[in-house]
């Protein structure tokens, strides 16, 4: 079936790395994406990878994607206290259904 | 431009009414979903609406809920006789249906059922 499996906290100090996992079950999924939802706010897209990627890196944060153990990673840099938040992994794929599995977030909290 | 936006941001509601939510997404954009967050949960899919094709309603917990999209722009949650297990965070977000499929979320409708 379908499953999105992540671990639910983290707590790191400002200046460390975060490394935040997801694993995920279903191989034919396409995109994979990173959310991120701040106390009070919305979520936001944060990045996402195609599934034919194995890294992207965007300024202080680097995906990586392990297809074969499908696993997903999200390494923050250098953390900092504007960092903590709910970090959401979701899959997807393309076609017609764009209905996303999501997995049930993990919450950074970033110690000064 | 505008984001989306939801309505009301807080209902509170006895057990047993009907409640409906509302959900205005980003103009043009095709594609819409409602999702569920309880507290400490992820997010639970309810319905998603993609143009004029019949809507995904494959995560409406039961037929108490109903959904539906007017002209392709705004889209109603209802909850009939509500429960207190429907007590939540009900989400809404849209999407213009474009690679890499980003969705854009309204800030929510915070359900409670007394």
């Known amino acids: 079936g379908e499953d999105v499996e992540q671990s639910l906290f983290l707590s790191v100090r400002e200046g460390d790395s975060s490394v935040i996992n997801c694993t995920y079950t279903?191989?034919?999924?396409?995109?994979l994406y990173w959310y991120k939802q701040e106390p009070g706010a919305g979520l936001q897209l944060l990045t996402y990878?195609?599934?034919n990627m194995d890294m992207k890196q965007d300024q202080r944060l680097t995906v990586l994607l392990n297809k074969k153990d499908k696993h997903l990673s999200l390494r923050i840099a250098d953390t900092q206290t504007g960092d903590s938040a709910i970090y959401f992994c979701?899959?997807?794929?393309?076609?017609?259904?764009?209905?996303?599995?999501w997995g049930l977030g993990t919450s950074l909290a970033v110690n000064p | 431009g505008a984001g989306v936006s939801q309505s009301p941001s807080n209902k509170v509601t006895e057990k047993g009414k009907d409640v409906e939510l509302r959900c205005d997404p980003i103009?043009?954009?095709?594609?819409l979903y409602w999702y569920r967050q309880s507290l400490g949960q992820g997010l639970e899919f309810l319905i998603y609406?993609?143009?004029?094709?019949?809507?995904?309603k494959s995560g409406l917990p039961s037929d108490r809920f109903s959904a539906e999209r007017t002209g392709g722009s705004v889209s109603t949650l209802t909850i009939q006789r509500t429960q207190q297990e429907d007590s939540a965070v009900y989400l809404c977000?849209?999407?213009?249906?474009?690679?890499?499929?980003?969705?854009?979320f309204g800030p929510g409708t915070r359900l409670t059922v007394t």
């Open positions: 977000a849209s999407s213009e249906g474009l690679v890499p499929y980003e969705q854009y």
């Open positions: 103009s043009g954009h095709t594609a």
């Open positions: 609406f993609q143009g004029n094709s019949a809507p995904d």
């Open positions: 279903d191989s034919s999924s396409t995109y």
């Open positions: 990878i195609f599934s």
């Open positions: 979701a899959e997807g794929k393309a076609g017609n259904n764009r209905k996303l599995i």
